[in-house]
C-alpha cells in the first residue's frame, strides 16, 4: 500500500513537471535586443533590409527630399521680384533651379542602380578618369573662363554656365579616401607614394582652385581632406605639422589680398562701414532681427526687394531668417544636422573601409560648406560667398550637392552585402577530430567544399576496421553519411570556399542510446550494490521510482 501511495504521487509529481516543460515550451522567454539583433531569432527588417542599415537610410532620404523641397520654396520667395525685373517672370530662377535638382536627381538614381558606379569601380577605376575631367576643366577656365565680382571661376556654354571647383570637391573625396585606404589601413602603398598622391592628387587641384580666386572652396576641401584623414588614423604628430601649415598658409593668404582684410575687418565689426563693405552683413543682421521668433510669413520678407544683394544666392539664410523666424531657422538647422547625422550613421554601418570614409567625407564636405555659410551671415566669420547646399540657388552648387547625396546613398545600398547573420555564422566552429587526438563532438561532421572534412580521420578509421576511440559503431555510421550525403544537408563532391554542418540522414544517430549513459550505482535495499550501466539499464526486480530514497 505504502508502495502504490508512493508511485502515485511519483505520477503526480511526473504530469505537473511535464505540464511545466510544456508551459516553458509554449512561453519561451525572449531576451532583450542589443543594436544589432532584435531578437535571438535575428534582427529586425524594413523592408526587407536590416534595420540598423535601412533606418539611417530613410532618414537621409527624408531629409534631403525635404530640404530641397523647401530649397526651391525659398529661392522663389528670395528672388520672385530680381526675377520679375530682370527677366520678366517670377518663376525665372524658380524654374532654372527645379531643372538642376531634376538633373542632380537622375545624377543620384544612376549612382544608386548603374553597376558602373560602385565603390569598387570608384577606387580602381573612376579616380584617375575623375582627376583628369577636373585637372582639364581647371585649366580651361584660367584658358575661357567667365569672371564675376573680380574672380574667374566659371566657363560659359552658351546656355549655362558650370564652376569646376564645384565639382572638385566629390573628386576630392573619392581621391582622398582612396589614398587614405592604401596607406593607413590595408598598407598598400608606402610613404613617399602617400604624399606624392596628396600632392598631386589635392594638393594641385586645390592650387589651382585658389589662384582663380576662390578661397571658400579650397578652405572646404581641404578641411574635409584632412578630417578624413584624422579618422583613418592619421598619428599625432602628423595633425600638428598640417594644423601649422594651415596656420600659416592661411595668414599668407589673407595678408596678399586687400579685400579678405576687408571682410575679416567686417565680421569683427560690420557696423564701423554699413555703407560700404559691410552694407550685406549689417542688411542680412536686420533681417534676422526683423523676423521675430515666428517671422513675417512666407513670402513676407521686406529685404528681398532690392535691398539685400544676391538674396536668393549666398545670403539666402537672412530671407529664411526673416521670413520664418526664430522658430523656422532652428528648425530647418536641425533637419540639416539630421541629414548630417544619418550620413554618418551610414558610414559607420558600412563594413567597407572605403565606403565608410566615402560617407564620411560627404557628410563632411556638406557640413563644413553649411556652417560657412551660415557662420559667414551671422558674422561670425568672414563671409566667404558659398551657398547652402540644396538651398541656395546655383547650377554648379546644386548638381555638386546631389552628387555628394548619391555617393553617401550608394555607400548604403553596398552596406547590406554583409548581414548580422553573415557575422554569427563566422562565429561558429565545430569541434573536430585531427592528428592531435582532440575530441570531436558526435554526430556532426563538416562538410568544406562538399567534401566531409572529417574524412581524414573518421572515414579512414571506419575503412581500415578500427573504430574511433571511446566510440561506437555511430562513428562510422556518422562519417559514411556525411560522406553519402543523400539525406544530409547538402552534397558531397561539390565545390565551394564555405563549411556546413551535416546532422546525417538518421535522427538516431543524434539520440544516446540507453547503452551509452553514464554507469551508477543502486542500492536494492539488501546491503548489496550492483553496477547498472545506461539509461534504466537494471533488472526489473531492482526497479524503483524516481523518488525513491
Partial sequence: MARDT???QDARM??????G??????RPRRRRATEFEHSSMGERLIAGVPARIMAPRLVFIVCLAALCSFGLLMVYSASSVEALQEAGSSTYFLVRQLINMAIGLAFILIMCIAPAFSLESYRYFWTKPFWVIIMG???LVKVIGAGSGGAVRWIDLGFTTIQPSEFAKPVAIIIAARLAVDYFIDREIDSQKFIKGLVLGIGLPLALVFVQPDMGSTLIIAVAVFFMLVLSGLPGRY???ILGVFAVAGTAALVAQPYRIARLMVAIDPWKDPYGDGYQATLAIMAFASGGLFGRGIGGSTMKYN????AHNDYILAIIGEELGLVGTVIFFAVFIALLVSAFRIGTRCPNRFGRLIAYGSSLMLGIQFFVNVMGILGVTPMTGKPIPFISYGGSSVLTSM???GLILRVSIESNQTTIHDVRRQSLSVVDRDRGGRATSSGFSVLTGGSARGESSRGRSSQSGSPRQGGSTRGARSSSTSSRGPAGYG????SGGYDRVNLNGDPSDRLRSRDSGPRVNRYDGSGRRDNHGGRGGYSNSTRRGRYDR
Fill in 21 to 26: 516543460v510544456r508551459g516553458r515550451a509554449e
Fill in 6 to 8: 508512493r508511485n502515485n
Fill in 403 to 405: 552628387i555628394i547625396a
Fill in 491 to 494: 552534397r558531397t563532391g561539390i
Fill in 137 to 139: 576643366l581647371l585649366v
Fill in 307 to 310: 535691398y539685400l544683394p544676391e
Fill in 14 to 19: 511526473d504530469a505537473r513537471a511535464g505540464e
Fill in 239 to 241: 595633425i600638428v605639422y
